[in-house]
């Protein structure tokens, strides 16, 4: 009788164990562990490619901190030597933008190397002056770029970058003008 019990007990135990644990999708936030990609988010707002984008490249948010989009937004009278001051409204618009997919707060792998490379003291106003930015660029003549005046400065990503509106930074897809395809 008691082998008989054991033997029960033991069936009912695997049977338990191996009794699937589903979950839906609405139990369980995917987007918070999955990466997205090897990029970063391409910036799709039409109010920030607009305002920022008739000056310079509508640049990542996921290439800076938030700490670095709130000091740059809270200094746009002063905003590299230029006045880039917006209305309230847009103002916030692209703020919160800026915040909500910063390098820190993003799950794209790249945003996430540049945030990583970043010191929580730090407050990086150039994506230029990152860490991560640096080695990965620690290579390139500066004859080839800020020298080059189809280039001019390493802060002209769209330049060599051929799909950086696009938010792919992939070296494969490197064109230096003036030099050709950059190859590691």
Known sequence: MKST???????FTISILSIPVVWSDSDFDWD?????SSGVAAVSNPVYQEECGSCHMAYPPGLLPSRSWEKIMDHLDKHFDDNAELDPQTHQT??????????????????QKFSRSISQNDIPLRITETPYFIREHNE???????????VQ???????????AEKGSFNEH??????????DD
């Open 5 to 11: 019990l054991a033997i029960g007990s033991v069936i």
């Open 32 to 36: 918070k562990y999955k990466r997205k």
């Open 94 to 111: 692209i703020s919160q933008l800026l915040t909500k997919n910063s390098a820190d707060k993003s799950n794209y792998r790249r945003s």
């Open 140 to 150: 390139i003549p500066k004859r080839m770029v800020s020298g080059n005046p189809k």
């Open 153 to 163: 400065s390493f802060s002209q990503c769209n330049s060599c970058h051929l799909k």
């Open 173 to 182: 897809n490197i064109n230096i003008p003036g030099y050709g395809r950059w």
